[in-house]
Each structure stands twice: as C-alpha cells, then as structure tokens.
C-alpha cells in the first residue's frame, strides 16, 4: 500500500456548499492589450468577456434565489406558527411563542422589499439568456465564415451588444430599487 506524501495536496476542487460559495475570481486576461489583433483572436476576446458576463450572473442568481426563496419559506413558516399556536393554545408561553412569530413575520416580509432578492434573479435570469443567445450568434458568425472573411466592424458589434446588456441591466436594477424605495430619486 503506497504511503501518502505529505507534501501532494488533492487538487481537485470540491462542491461548496451555499454558505461556503465565494464570488469567482476573475482570471488573468487571456488577451493581453495589445495592438493589431487578429479578427479571430478579436472574436475570441469578445466570447471571454461575454463568458464571464454569465459566469457571474450565474453566480450572483443563485445567491438571489436562495435568499428569496429562504424569505417566502421562513414568512410562511412563521406565519403558520403563528396562527396555529394562537388558535389551539390557553397556555400564556404557547400565546407568547406566536405573537413572536408574527412579529418576525413583519420583520421577514419588511426585509423581502428592501433587499428585493426575486426582482434580482429574475433580471439575472434575463441577462442569461440574452448572453447565451449572444454568444451563440457570435459563434456561428465567426464559424460560418473563412477567417479572411471575418469583419472587424461586425465583432465589435458583439462586444457592443455585450455592453448594452449590462447597461441594460443596471439601470433595470437600479429603476426596480427605486421603485421599491430603497434608493433616492
């Protein structure tokens, strides 16, 4: 039986669970800004970006999902506590148990509008598919053509399209806080 060297570490990354989960580190440009780029290497540069666009809308959805999701869960739990507490019990401590329930329920459903963590995912939801679809017409644009065909005007336009997404969706974030109060006018 072979011996295990202290000094070998197990490279293979392990499954985070969602309290453990961390915001991916961006990885060190694959293109360095550099003049003259070829029409390919160009395309390729668009695709990286527009890849971790959804890397990162991927990972903050999953965040907003859980957080929406664990508020419903929670208020309705409390809630339910609440009314079945005060409706089967003469006891004074089971009375005071729901009573504190419901108070954490105003203070659940108080923090769902603030936070706003479905509006979130939904606009992340959004802006994935917009990029997926991006990503896909930027693929068969570059693999329909021969690379001497490839037009520099229509790759930036990808890259244009890419940035309109995220504008996009900014300033639909920042319009739903607004609407919901959380930010100034």
Not at 53 to 73: D, L, N, P, Q
Request: net charge neutral.
């Amino acid at each position: 039986m072979r011996q295990a060297d202290p000094t070998e570490h197990d490279m293979t990354p392990r499954k985070r669970r969602w309290w453990q989960r961390r915001q991916p580190k961006p990885d060190l440009p694959s293109h360095p800004l550099s003049p003259g780029m070829t029409d390919l290497e160009l395309a390729e540069a668009v695709r990286s970006h527009i890849r971790e666009a959804k890397e990162y809308a991927r990972w903050r959805r999953g965040g907003w999902t859980f957080w929406a999701t664990a508020s419903r869960v929670l208020a309705f739990g409390l809630s339910a506590t609440a009314t079945i507490v005060l409706g089967t019990s003469n006891p004074a401590w089971p009375v005071n148990l729901a009573f504190i329930c419901s108070a954490l329920v105003t203070t659940v459903t108080t923090l769902e509008p603030f936070f706003n963590w479905r509006t979130r995912w939904v606009l992340a939801d959004a802006a994935l598919a917009d990029w997926h679809q991006l990503e896909d017409e930027l693929y068969f644009h570059v693999a329909s053509r021969k690379e001497s065909e490839l037009d520099r005007d229509a790759l930036l336009e990808f890259q244009d399209r890419n940035s309109a997404i995220w504008g996009q969706l900014s300033s639909e974030w920042v319009a739903a806080r607004r609407e919901s109060g959380s930010v100034a006018k």
